[in-house]
């Protein structure tokens, strides 16, 4: 009788329900639960920020190729890249997605297994990898390649519009790590190579150009941290979070996305955005943008032609916010921002993403043009009212 009491009440849910009933799965821990304000990321506030080593400068220079190249270049990398295995458990429930009821069936939790790589940057045990290789991981391990060891890995930090993530391992021993090149200077068809674990085969090299640079995927602030490298290297399923490397073995980017059904077709966060990320993740554990106050727009060929630049580059200043950092430090409405720090400003949307990534306190030198003359402002950039 209880049987047919159960059955009975599991068909009126189906029915009220309607057609959209079905099995659904929600990972991780209860929004809102103890478990889920612990597994935020809080970084290491007080730690060192710039734990990277920038490469000595060698990526400006041609790489003879020879048949060694890639021999050489393998020997050196791979002790630096890892593998990575992450578990998560699922917790099911039984209803109507979007209804008024759903049901929670324990019994039919289960626990699903992911992989992916990442690269060491940092003898002290810091590495990089995708945001969506370890996002709502609840265990994570690493392996190491050099000494055949498996660590737990800790998530210092991690943002996922840049779909970058922080890691941490403990290890007694100083670790072999990958410098970070300037990929402001990677040019269109440089050779580079793609190394980690596709289909979890260990190590996997492959090689190919810089197809393209400054692609995006999407369109809008959702683009804002989108500035990735094309690649004909082969990236499949667990390279995502593997170092892109020139033949001198420095980071020019991270393996990222692939177009699907398209052969060749491969994006890589650049290093210069690694650069940008990490020190955020580690002060906060994400990037808490940083605000100047100031609204911008595009710059068209027209204006371009009018502010004699050399093309249609920077962004144009269309608002400037009373009492703002960008109002104290001189910036006005119709100035047109060509530099950050020193980096050339390429548009609109790379300028929104300079600014989010300016360190909050730390004065930051905006180029502008302004009547035909280049000048400097100085702004300190703060942390948003909405943060």
């Not at 289960?110 to 945001?131: E, H, K, P, R």
């Not at 306190?361 to 000048?375: K, M, Q, S």
Request: hydrophobic share 45%; proline share 7%.
């Amino acid at each position: 009788m209880n049987r047919l009491r159960y059955v009975i009440l599991l068909a009126s849910i189906l029915l009220f329900a309607g057609s959209s009933a079905c099995f659904m799965g929600s990972i991780g821990p209860e929004p809102g639960s103890p478990e889920a304000v612990a597994a935020q990321p809080k970084g290491l506030p007080g730690h060192a920020e710039d734990i990277w080593t920038d490469a000595a400068g060698r990526s400006t220079r041609p790489t003879p190729l020879t048949s060694e190249t890639y021999i050489v270049l393998a020997k050196s990398v791979n002790p630096a890249v890892v593998n990575i295995f992450t578990k998560t458990r699922v917790k099911t429930r039984f209803g109507a997605p979007l209804g008024p009821f759903t049901m929670r069936t324990p019994n039919l939790d289960f626990s699903a297994t992911a992989l992916g790589t990442g690269f060491l940057i940092s003898a002290d045990g810091f590495l990089i990898t995708n945001a969506h290789v370890v996002n709502m991981a609840d265990e994570i391990k690493v392996f190491l390649w050099q000494t055949s060891e498996v660590k737990s890995a800790s998530v210092i930090g991690l943002n996922r519009a840049a779909d970058l993530a922080l890691l941490k391992i403990q290890h007694d021993q100083p670790l072999p790590y990958l410098p970070l090149a300037d990929s402001d200077r990677v040019r269109v068809g440089e050779i580079v190579v793609a190394v980690g674990n596709p289909f979890g085969l260990q190590h996997s090299l492959t090689d190919g150009l810089i197809s393209a640079k400054h692609r995006r995927l999407h369109k809008g602030t959702q683009a804002r941290y989108e500035d990735f490298l094309q690649t004909s290297a082969q990236i499949n399923p667990g390279n995502s979070g593997g170092p892109l490397l020139n033949l001198n073995g420095e980071v020019v980017g991270v393996n990222t996305a692939i177009v699907a059904g398209g052969q060749g077709i491969g994006f890589a966060v650049p290093s210069n955005l690694i650069k940008g990320v990490v020190p955020h993740l580690m002060r906060h554990g994400r990037v808490i943008p940083a605000y100047i106050g100031v609204g911008i727009d595009e710059i068209t060929p027209d204006l371009a032609r009018r502010l004699q630049l050399d093309e249609a580059t920077g962004a144009l200043v269309d608002i400037v916010e009373p009492g703002s950092p960008a109002a104290k430090g001189g910036l006005a409405k119709g100035d047109v921002v060509v530099a950050v720090n020193g980096k050339p400003v390429r548009d609109a949307t790379a300028l929104g993403r300079m600014i989010a990534l300016l360190r909050v306190g730390e004065p930051a030198t905006l180029t502008v043009v302004r009547n035909d003359r280049r000048t400097q402002i100085r702004v300190i950039p703060k942390v948003a009212a909405s943060q």
